[in-house]
């Protein structure tokens, strides 16, 4: 709905003598005179018009849009249209509507994060679509998915797909689909150790999820048998209150310098903090800025090259 108003005023022309009225000229408008004797005050009267646009009113997955948008979009990119009139465009008006309301869905376009070995969903992998000199960055959710904007739909750009424990991955989005499987880096895979009882035959190939790991070591069950530990991040309290202190347990193994980084799922980093870890267990404690809104949020430590060591799910409330 729009509303034109304009009002033009090129002279007034007063004349405040006894017994005479009051002269105003505006040029191209109705004219309302009023009696000039001494006492009461002048007044201007202006009538205004006002023009309805015949425009129905457009919005699309929840957004206004200007009704000329409609013709840029893609056909092929709509789930589906609604339109509403009379009283059933008063829930997003609050009147009537004058030309209605149209209502557009459009398909969303979701890429899933899978393990390559075992088809699981990965949580909060790293995507990155570039294009060209653009780059966009995102996490996925618990479920291992990331919603992509509708204009990417059709559209040609790279993707690149990161998680911890797991190779990078850089394909074309032609060559995507809606899955794409990560295979594990073997350099952070834990030892697999079976252990045998007396004479046992081992008929079967043990892996650590690796497309290339193929051994399998017998061993006898002894008390001083010690097994690689498998990194672990521990967030508490979560959720956190904001403006509250955050701990973090987190076992490493080996001493190096740390980024404590507390990222958004739609990829901005909202805190980053340079910590220096031990070998064995440490324990980190930092107060997030009380500034920082509400939601969920990844937290990562992160090595001198920026590549992810561990992360877990932080909810601020």
Do not use: W
Not at 194 to 204: D, E
Not at 208 to 234: A, P, Q, W, Y
Not at 271 to 280: D, E, F, Q, T
């Amino acid at each position: 709905m729009k509303f034109l108003l304009t009002i033009v005023l090129s002279s007034i022309c007063i004349c405040a003598f006894a017994q005479s009225s009051v002269s105003i000229m505006i040029p191209n408008k109705p004219l309302v005179l009023t009696e000039g004797t001494p006492g009461p005050s002048p007044s201007i009267r202006i009538r205004c018009g006002t023009r309805l646009s015949p425009d129905p009113v457009l919005i699309v997955d929840g957004v206004v849009k200007e009704y000329s948008h409609m013709s840029s979009m893609d056909p092929g990119s709509i789930l589906s249209i609604e339109i509403l009139k009379g009283e059933g465009a008063r829930p997003f008006l609050g009147c009537k509507a004058q030309g209605g309301v149209i209502l557009i869905r459009t398909k969303r376009l979701q890429l899933t994060i899978k393990d390559s070995q075992v088809d699981t969903p990965i949580p909060y992998a790293t995507v990155y679509l570039s294009f060209g000199a653009d780059t966009v960055r995102m996490i996925a959710n618990d479920g291992g998915v990331v919603y992509l904007d509708p204009k990417y739909v059709k559209r040609n750009y790279d993707v690149r797909v990161s998680s911890v424990g797991y190779l990078t991955r850089d394909l074309k989005s032609s060559e995507a689909g809606n899955d794409i499987h990560l295979e594990k880096d073997l350099r952070t895979c834990s030892e697999a150790i079976v252990v045998s009882y007396g004479q046992t035959r081992c008929r079967r190939i043990v892996s650590c999820g690796g497309s290339i790991c193929r051994r399998c070591t017998m061993t006898e069950e002894k008390e001083d048998v010690k097994f690689n530990r498998d990194l672990s991040l521990t967030l508490y309290p979560n959720p956190l209150q904001r403006g509250g202190q955050l701990h973090l347990n987190y076992t490493s193994q080996r001493n190096t310098i740390a980024e404590v980084c507390l990222v958004t799922l739609s990829g901005s980093t909202a805190l980053r903090l340079s910590r220096k870890i031990l070998k064995g267990e440490n324990r980190i404690s930092i107060i997030p800025d009380a500034r920082i809104a509400a939601g969920v949020y990844v937290l990562q430590l992160r090595d001198g090259m920026e590549k992810i060591i561990v992360s877990g799910k932080l909810v601020i409330l």
